[in-house]
């Protein structure tokens, strides 16, 4: 049971951070979830999580590795290889070896062979974690292909390494030849496993579609469990490395997926979306169960008499500092070596700012506590394993460390490429605004008394998905207050044509004066939506003072008050003036260049009036029919607008597929036909 309500509030705590990440985009997603698991451990009931060092290998660290390499971009990534290998084995070795020096001599308690898998299971990168701050700066393209691609083969090299060195520290023998040979073996046998394997579930997926079984859940549901399968022929019955093993079977799957893209679209997107909710899982747990484990290897450390709180914060500091000189020095000499050596000519001269953009970027995250963890917690002779809370402890507040320095420094590091991807947001929100505008023209243009009704309920929900797809975004928020705007403009001209029209039945001595001020005082709280400004606020205000003095010195002068039979002619006299706001609205449309807006407000006054006169809107086939074709034309006509603003340079090669994206997205639901 405790493990169950662990795992329930996990899950609600991911859900937390993903709020919390939306409202303060400044705070890494992981950052938010390893506080939020500080948090599950100190509440009542003492929740802790302890897990064998194999399952969680099997259950966190082979799914997101073979993701990473499933996503492997070839052409980027060969592009930088030699940069990519440099970073993935020298700097993984330069790491290890020393981060091991420098935990050993600060801290001797910790054994030599254990300060090394310290240092092995630290050497890896993870761009997941980076992921949350990215969304909101703009890193170098080329910065990122190179922590992805050093990332896909570090944390199988790390990994390995940090198991070599448990495994010393557990049965206290170690043989650097024997080391070699064995490294080599887990490393070749598991890359060969992973290619052998990789192409037989491949080859097994293809000849069970030649035998008629398309269905794409079954498909997606074998790939999900393709990692598994492989880690675990690969550790139990070759003895070799799964890490290596999944990795190269994903990049087998990247390879074949760019020849069967058309004829399985379906279960790709049924599988990616299904992988991009698994990750978000797994990823989140692992740094949930590094903040459950931050309170309880504090309390261990901090008993020691010999570790007081400053030391070991020290510690981090140090052993942090120590991973961040090393990645810089590499950095500006592989920089330097390759812009003399292969591309003097023709690449960019080495900047320093570049550097340290490259030095920040490589944060720890996942793999690392996800190793970490698997400490045992006792060796081969039985005793306690050598200071592994501290272990813990030092891998948990390096993590942090690092999240919090890329956090705080690189956004001062990369303004001016802010000021350019907020240039293209900008852009990305103009052209959203556009085929909003271009879905109000089409549902107008294609209106008739038959599919009014999914045409007006349309409308809405173009315009609610519009404002909350940018709602948050303080790039685009403009484009929604731009556009509220526009149309109060013409919601205020349309509030004016009713007033006119029921002053008009008044001054005709067609209606009574209750009628007409209770229609006015409706028009008026009407407009007080609409108005934000002090300025105008008065203006209204006043006017709303005036009005109501009226009308009470015409209502107790007659003693006068509204009955049933006035209410009534109140609503038929509002109806009237509806129509007459529709009929005013579309003769000023026709003097504009642009009128959507005013078919936009068009359309909400046909809504109005079909609900005053209880229009059946319930959704009976004909209704939904109406509405599906509807949105079809629509989206054509969204594709011919995206492809035109290509086409003129409006938009780049990047925004034409998220807006296409979006519209693709909509049409996969409309022509999705649920299958028992």
């Known amino acids: 049971m405790d493990f169950l309500m662990i795992v329930l509030l996990v899950m609600v705590g991911l859900l937390v951070s993903n709020i919390v990440s939306h409202y303060v985009p400044a705070i890494p997603t ?39 390499g499933r996503l492997f971009p070839q052409k ?121 394997l990789g192409l037989v579930v491949t080859s097994l997926r293809f000849r069970l579609r030649k035998a008629g079984i398309h269905d794409v859940t079954f498909h997606t549901l074998l790939q999900i469990l393709t990692p598994f399968g492989i880690y675990m022929v690969t550790e139990h019955f070759f003895h070799a490395s799964g890490v290596i093993a999944v990795v190269i079977a994903g990049i087998i799957h990247s390879t074949v997926k760019q020849f069967t893209e058309t004829f399985i679209a379906e279960e790709q997107v049924l599988t990616e979306n299904t992988w991009s909710m698994l990750l978000f899982i797994l990823n989140g747990f692992v740094f949930f169960l590094l903040g459950m484990n931050i309170p309880s290897s504090m309390m261990d450390i901090f008993s020691q008499p010999d570790i007081n709180g400053w030391l070991a914060f020290g510690y981090v500091a140090a052993i942090g500092g120590t991973i961040l000189v090393t990645r810089l020095v590499w950095s500006i000499i592989t920089s330097l070596l390759t ?37 045992p917690v006792s060796i081969a002779n039985g005793d306690v ?45 103009a052209a959203k605004t556009k085929l909003l505008l271009v879905a109000l023209r089409k549902i107008k243009e294609e209106m008739n008394d038959q599919n009014k009704p999914a045409a007006l309920k349309l409308m809405q929900e173009y315009i609610l998905s519009f404002e909350q797809n940018f709602s948050g975004h303080n790039v685009n928020d403009k ?63 006043t006017k709303r003072i005036r009005h ?61 009036l079909m609900r005053f006169k209880r229009v059946n809107e319930h959704q009976d086939d004909l209704y939904v ?33 998220e807006l296409r994206r979006s519209s693709n997205f909509i049409e996969s639901i409309l022509l999705f036909e649920h299958i028992e």
């Open 76 to 196: 980027e990534l060969w592009g930088m290889r030699t940069l990519i290998l440099g970073n993935a084995f020298f700097l993984v070795i330069l790491t290890t070896i020393g981060c091991g020096y420098v935990i050993h001599f600060l801290i001797p308690s910790i054994p030599l062979a254990a300060a090394f898998a310290l240092g092995a299971i630290l050497s890896p990168t993870d761009p997941v974690a980076v992921t949350g701050i990215a969304k909101r700066i703009k890193i170098p393209e080329k910065v990122m292909v190179l922590v992805k691609g050093e990332s896909l083969i570090n944390d199988a090299s790390g990994l390995v390494a940090f198991k070599f060195a448990i495994a010393a520290v557990v049965t206290g023998v170690f043989s650097l030849k024997d080391a070699a040979l064995n490294f080599s073996y887990v490393f070749v046998v598991g890359a060969i496993l992973g290619l052998i």
């Open 625 to 657: 029919s109406f509405k599906e074709e509807l949105r079809l034309k629509v989206i054509d006509a969204e594709r011919l607008a995206i492809r035109t603003m290509y086409e003129t340079g409006e938009i780049n090669k990047e925004q034409e597929k």
């Open 339 to 375: 812009y003399n050596v292969a591309n003097k000519r023709q690449g960019e001269k080495p900047q320093i700012k570049t550097d340290l953009i490259t030095t920040l970027t490589g944060v720890r995250g996942a793999v690392t506590m996800a190793g970490v963890l698997t400490i």
């Open 30 to 68: 992981a950052l938010t979830q390893i506080a939020l698991g500080i948090i599950l451990t100190l509440i009542p009931g003492h929740y802790s999580f302890e897990i064998d060092a194999e399952w969680f290998l099997l259950l966190f660290v082979a799914p997101i590795l073979y993701n990473d």
């Open 479 to 541: 484009y929604v207050t731009r556009f509220n705007d526009n149309l109060d403009e013409i919601r205020k001209l349309a509030i004016d044509i009713q007033r006119n029209y029921v002053s008009t039945l008044l001054d005709n001595h067609k209606i009574d004066v209750l009628v007409h001020d209770r229609l006015v005082q409706f028009y008026d709280m009407q407009e007080a939506a609409f108005e934000y400004s002090l300025r105008s606020g008065a203006k209204l205000m």
């Open 548 to 608: 109501t003095a009226v009308r009470f010195t015409r209502i107790f002068r007659k003693w006068d008050f509204p009955n049933q039979d006035t209410w009534r002619e109140v609503k038929t006299v509002q109806m009237e003036a509806i129509q007459a706001a529709i009929t005013g609205l579309e003769a000023h449309a026709k003097s504009l260049q642009q009128p959507e807006y005013v078919y936009a407000v068009m359309l909400e006054y046909e809504s109005m």
């Open 385 to 429: 394993f050598p200071e592994r809370s501290l272990i813990i402890f030092l891998a948990a507040g390096v993590i942090l460390l690092l999240l919090i320095l890329a956090t705080v420094f690189l956004p001062i590091l990369s303004r001016s490429e802010e000021d350019h991807d907020q240039a293209d947001e900008l852009e990305l929100g």
